[in-house]
T-cell receptor
Framework: GDSVTQMEGPVTLSEEAFLTINCTYT??????LFWYVQYPGEGLQLLLK?????DKGSNKGFEATYRKETTSFHLEKGSVQVSDSAVYFC??????????FGSGTRLLVRP | EAGVVQSPRYKIIEKKQPVAFWCNPI?????LYWYLQNLGQGPELLIR????????DSQLPKDRFSAERLKGVDSTLKIQPAELGDSAVYLC?????????????FGPGTRLLVL
């Protein structure tokens, strides 16, 4: 069935380091792909999305490119800040119209 | 613009008791979702509404869970009776149109603890 696999956390980085959080998926057809972020004590917020192959989603310095050939949607940021500390969820909507989430990756950025 | 509102934010009950969660979606959003999020996991869809109609409730445990969305706006999710394994965060989300590709906006969630 349709699924999302994320790298396990926690990911611990120093401020201004480069971030990559890996996400791969299994789905039939052409799903839309999303990254959501959950800050401590808050609800899920959409970070970025891509709806077709080779699209790049970007927001707040984060980027992810829809790679159909490798079924991946890795999240990257060139220079992380302490305020980026949160849990990041990769998700997809396949042909079933259901938003399917990965298990989340916790990011901790140290000053 | 107000976001998705949920109440209560926290609820502690004893097993076998009933509990209800309330959600007010973003104004104008016709699609409403209830998700279950267990600790350390991603959310899982329980039910999706298009206006008043439940169009996907395949993951809702119907023996103890029920939901309604009267008048196509607010929604209530109920558990009766609650079990220890129901302890989790219950998230409500809404979108202007149905998926796929449509952004879902999430509320802060209701954290349920069943003792």
């Amino acid at each position: 069935g349709d699924s999302v696999t994320q790298m396990e956390g926690p990911v611990t980085l120093s401020e201004e380091a480069f971030l990559t959080i890996n996400c791969t998926y299994t789905a039939t057809g052409y799903p839309s792909l999303f990254w959501y972020v959950q800050y401590p004590g808050e609800g899920l917020q959409l970070l970025l999305k891509a709806t077709k192959a080779d699209d790049k989603g970007s927001n707040k310095g984060f980027e992810a490119t829809y790679r159909k050939e490798t079924t991946s949607f890795h999240l990257e940021k060139g220079s992380v800040q302490v305020s980026d500390s949160a849990v990041y969820f990769c998700a997809l909507t396949p042909s079933s119209y259901k938003l399917i989430f990965g298990s989340g990756t916790r990011l901790l950025v140290r000053p | 613009e107000a976001g998705v509102v949920q109440s209560p934010r926290y609820k502690i009950i004893e097993k076998k008791q009933p509990v209800a969660f309330w959600c007010n979606p973003i104004s104008g959003h016709n699609t409403l979702y209830w998700y279950l999020q267990n600790l350390g996991q991603g959310p899982e869809l329980l039910i999706r509404y298009e206006n008043e109609e439940a169009v996907d409730d395949s993951q809702l445990p119907k023996d103890r869970f029920s939901a309604e969305r009267l008048k196509g706006v607010d929604s209530t999710l109920k558990i009766q009776p609650a079990e220890l394994g129901d302890s989790a965060v219950y998230l409500c989300a809404s979108s202007f149109r149905p998926p796929p590709g449509e952004t879902q906006y999430f509320g802060p969630g209701t954290r349920l603890l069943v003792l």
